[in-house]
Nanobody, 125 residues
């Protein structure tokens, strides 16, 4: 069992930035692909981006491309979701998740083995 711990959510105004962190046990990130998801009230959890186990590739959906950046610090066992120019429609609970190593990062929630507890991001207009 791999435990992921998220932090960094909060309440911000539109146009501001937040950085979410996802902590994992040692050597976890190099054994799994990582996805970031979000779930708005009354809606399904959806994929917004991910990074491969090697760190060589990142992926983003159109809704966040150019505003969000995924990175990781292997030495600190931390992954990050940097969110800039936040919009009210970005309001959601954000999750990091791990999927078995493969060439691409899966977009379906069913493909993921481990999940963080989620962190709330609220963007006011």
């Amino acid at each position: 069992q791999v435990q992921l711990v998220e932090s960094g959510g909060g309440l911000v105004q539109a146009g501001e930035s937040l950085r979410l962190s996802c902590a994992a046990p040692t050597r976890t990130f190099t054994n799994y692909n990582m996805g970031w998801f979000r779930q708005a009230p009354g809606k399904e959890r959806v994929f917004i981006g991910g990074i491969t186990w090697s760190g060589s590739s990142t992926y983003y959906t159109d809704s966040v491309k150019g505003r969000f950046t995924i990175s990781r610090d292997i030495a600190k066992n931390l992954a990050y979701l940097e969110m800039n120019n936040l919009k009210p429609e970005d309001t959601a609970v954000y999750y990091c998740a791990l999927a078995s190593r493969r060439s691409t990062v899966p977009v379906m929630t069913a493909s993921y083995d481990y999940w963080g507890q989620g962190t709330q991001v609220t963007v006011s207009s």
